[in-house]
């Protein structure tokens, strides 16, 4: 890829990332680390890719550790992120009940 | 699939990415956001499947792939399932530990594939995401060693720690200069190896009360390892995944900061600067005020305003439910009750809430700190369960001890102070608490749940 794409997309997604989370409250802070911790876990694509292009049992055998690896963040992060936010879901749901009514 | 789509679809999960960013910002689309980024995370991962840059499909070793995803499942999805809500934020450092790892693998086979073809810019990607992923790696575990207490919470410091730090990461820039000259496959595996090293003895010193802190500061780390293996891999989507991370993690790590009153540099450099503290050994002989669970009870019935402070203690016995029990019985009583949650309750910002949450405790009584702090004056009793640094005057009063310049729950201002605790040991960050032989305090020891039981039905029979 060109140079200067990569450059674009870099410094745009750092704005991106500053601009989307820079007001949250505390009470969000540790489900928000988790579902970025999550995100990063992409890197399953990676690891993926690079099995594909393996041809000999070192690189393979490295490539699948790092699959397992990046499939337990990226699976385990949004899990876990999930159990936290449901709780928050449950809360919310009630307070709107006993709201409305 | 042509290479076109393949990118736009990946682009595609980029800004859903981006959406769950969002979403996880607000308390009400917080859920959605996190099941969006799950949704763009499988798309990008099933279309890779798709799309091969040799032209041919399937994959190769694509049973292996399989088979190593298959693992990862059944690893990942029952600990994240079963893991209780008190030790979440352990898991999510080693969460984002394996990433990192992850990273720095991929990064270690591209370099072994290309050889001596690789152009400069991406042996320097690559020399990036080996020294932070494995950082990052190393780093975690470590952290997470410190959460599940298998190891001192305590910062660890050493003599002449400093010179070690300071000369594992020279030989690491040394080791990386060596790579990028040399393209040889030994220096990129020494590299890795002095990275590893870096990353435990980086966050040894750190004190347990700024674990999260660190945390949080290396998932922004291992974001941006996603971004520089996104660019040895040519690949988009984890270029802009792994710059969100990085970037939102950085904002994030400073917030958190601000949130503890700690400022970033201190938390991470503080061990090097600080003298060893006097621990006030003294403080163990001293007389403290210890009460019965009927003396509490009394104290609780005559008040008019009471105001429950939560901490990690509560949540380790799983008192969450008998503490709303007593608050709904007070309640009942026209006694005024409120929870004071301080933002690092618990063992990250946030972590209480969630736990009270999972207790059904109403969201109307529950106060962050700066709604709570005026009120403790007119407070005529504050019930400490399983807290203790939240609310250590030390914070205001003793500089130079860890967690001077925390912002604390001012209980002390409250006409009396119940603590429960479970033994005059100090808390996580491991300091003596002057509040505790203060003439207005009384102790109750005990497991917080057992206490909290006893002091419900002395209550009831009164």
Not at chain 1, 46 to 67: F, K, Q, R, W
Not at chain 2, 199 to 213: H, M, S, Y
Request: aromatic share 6%.
């Amino acid at each position: 890829m060109e140079a200067m794409a990569i450059i674009s997309i870099f410094t745009l997604s750092i704005f991106v990332g500053f601009e989307v989370v820079s007001k949250v409250s505390s009470t969000l802070h540790t489900p928000l680390m988790s579902g970025a911790n999550a995100i990063h876990g992409v890197i399953l694509v990676g690891a993926i890719i690079v099995a594909d292009h393996s041809d000999n049992s070192l690189e393979l055998g490295l490539s699948l550790a790092a699959i397992v690896l990046a499939t337990i963040n990226m699976v385990g992060g949004f899990v876990v992120t999930d159990r936290m936010l449901e709780m928050f879901k449950g809360k919310g749901a009630k307070n709107k009940g006993s709201g409305d009514k | 699939m042509s290479r076109f789509l393949y990118e736009l679809i990946g682009l595609g999960a980029g800004v859903m990415f981006i959406l769950a960013l969002k979403g996880l910002s607000h308390p009400r689309t917080a859920r959605r956001g996190n099941l969006l980024g799950a949704a763009g995370a499988t798309i990008a991962t099933i279309t890779v499947f798709f799309y091969s840059s040799d032209g041919q499909l399937p994959l190769n070793n694509l049973g292996w792939i399989l088979g190593a995803i298959a693992f990862g499942l059944i690893i990942g999805v029952p600990a994240a399932r079963r893991v209780q809500m008190t030790a979440m934020p352990q898991l999510v450092a080693l969460f984002n530990g394996v990433g990192g790892g992850a990273a720095a693998l991929v990064a270690i086979v591209e370099y072994l594939k290309l050889g001596q073809s690789a152009s400069t810019t991406v042996v320097i990607a690559t020399v990036f995401t080996v020294i932070v992923g494995s950082t990052s790696f190393s780093g975690s575990i470590v952290t997470f060693l410190k959460l599940q207490e298998l190891m001192t919470t305590r910062p660890v410091v050493f003599a002449g720690g400093r010179f070690v730090i300071a000369g594992t990461l020279l030989a690491t820039l040394g080791c990386a200069g060596w790579v990028v000259t040399s393209l040889g496959t030994t220096p990129l595996l020494v590299l890795a190896g002095l990275s590893l090293a870096f990353g435990i003895l980086f966050v040894l010193p750190v004190g347990g009360a700024d674990v999260p802190i660190v945390i949080s500061l290396l998932n922004a780390f291992t974001g941006l390892t996603v971004a520089a293996g996104g660019y040895v891999l040519d690949s988009t989507l984890l270029i802009i995944a792994g710059t969100l991370v990085g970037a939102s993690g950085t904002i994030l790590t400073r917030l958190m900061a601000e949130a503890m009153g700690r400022s970033l540099f201190g938390t991470l450099f503080g061990a090097f600067t600080a003298k060893p503290q006097d621990s006030s050994g003294t403080g163990e002989d001293r007389p403290v005020k210890s009460g019965s669970a009927d003396d509490v009870a009394i104290l609780l019935n005559y008040a008019r305003r009471v105001v429950i402070v939560p901490g990690f203690g509560l949540a380790v016995a799983q008192a969450q439910h008998t503490v709303r029990e007593l608050a709904d019985l007070l309640s009942a009583k026209g006694i005024d009750v409120a929870y004071g949650i301080h933002p690092v309750a618990g063992r990250m910002p946030g972590h209480m809430n969630v736990l009270l949450a999972e207790a059904n405790v109403p969201y109307e009584q529950l106060s962050e700190m700066d709604e709570v702090n005026p009120t403790f004056p007119q407070t005529d009793v504050a019930l400490i369960i399983g807290a203790n640094d939240v609310v250590n005057p030390a914070a205001k009063t003793t500089p130079g001890c860890p967690i001077y310049g925390m912002p604390i729950l001012d209980v002390s201002q409250a006409g009396n102070v119940i603590f429960l605790k479970r033994s005059m040991r100090p808390g996580f960050a491991g300091i003596e608490n002057e509040l505790l032989f203060d003439a207005k305090t009384t102790l109750l020891f005990g497991d917080a749940k057992a206490s909290l039981t006893k002091v419900v039905s002395a209550l009831k029979a009164l």
